[in-house]
Nanobody, 119 residues
């Protein structure tokens, strides 16, 4: 089992920045990658970004490419999502994910943290 705890959500003005953190515990050595998904009100959950533990390869949704940066600190078992140039459409609950085998398939989810971008 892998436990994920997100932090860093809150209210931010459009154009501003916010950094989310995700602390992983448990069988983190068994995870291939970590990621972030989000779900806006009335919309389906969508992929945001992912990073592999070993090599730090990164993947982004087109909607956040160039604005968001995912990174990891292996020693702390922590993954970060730096969000810049935020837009009102970035408002969502952001979920940290652990991917045991592939980028496409999260195996574990955090409880989520709300990010609200005001215009």
């Amino acid at each position: 089992q892998v436990q994920l705890v997100e932090s860093g959500g809150g209210l931010v003005q459009a154009g501003g920045s916010r950094r989310l953190s995700c602390a992983a515990s448990g069988r983190t050595f068994s995870s291939y990658a970590m990621g972030w998904f989000r779900q806006a009100p009335g919309k389906e959950r969508e992929f945001v970004a992912a990073i592999t533990w070993s090599y730090g390869n990164t993947y982004y949704a087109d909607s956040v490419k160039g604005r968001f940066t995912i990174s990891r600190d292996n020693a702390k078992n922590t993954v970060y999502l730096q969000m810049n140039s935020l837009k009102p459409e970035d408002t969502a609950v952001y979920y940290c994910t652990a991917h045991p085998h592939t980028i496409a398939t999260p195996g574990y989810w955090g409880q989520g943290t709300q990010v609200t971008v005001s215009s």
